[in-house]
């Protein structure tokens, strides 16, 4: 099946956190593929791979950087497609760093930005999924499904 999100992470050093994403978006069922492409080091793949994105059937990308971060805001710049950022904690600064580059866009180019790190990388998949859900009713279910779970899970907790 053809991938619908597409993963991108500045550097492999990033594949531990953004492996998150990739585990939500297979349990959902929903195919995805995941790639390393700088903004710094390689933008002219970057370039491509977004301007191609859509072409090639994706409807989001994810991506997933430090530091500078501006890895998210060049795909968006080059792609109609929604584009989630996750800021990854790379440097001495935690990840704030990458959070403000990330979510710090130019009015007409939005990034959605989450969390920093692994729990980002989790939302960036569910954001995904959503907004997927919109034209698709079996992952719209699936989502519901996912959510009840969890609010009986709450409700069930015995402490």
Aim: glycine share 10%; with cysteine; net charge positive.
């Amino acid at each position: 099946m053809k991938p619908l999100v597409g993963i991108l992470m500045g550097s492999d050093s990033d594949l531990e956190v953004m492996k998150e994403a990739g585990k939500i978006l297979k349990s959902f069922e929903v195919p995805y593929e995941m790639k390393v492409a700088s903004a710094h080091r390689s933008p002219l793949l970057v370039t491509k791979y977004a301007k191609e994105a859509e072409g090639r059937g994706l409807k989001v990308i994810i991506c997933g950087a430090g530091m500078a971060a501006h890895l998210a805001g060049v795909v968006a710049s080059h792609t109609l497609l929604p584009v989630i950022g996750v800021p990854l904690a790379g440097s001495s600064l935690g990840g704030l760093d990458s959070l403000f580059s990330t979510a710090q866009m130019p009015a007409g180019i939005p990034v959605a930005t989450v969390a920093i790190g692994k729990a980002g990388a989790k939302n960036a998949a569910f954001l995904a999924i959503q907004i997927l859900a919109l034209n698709d009713p079996l992952l719209l279910n699936k989502i519901k499904d996912y959510r009840e779970k969890k609010a009986k899970e709450i409700e069930n907790k015995k402490i």
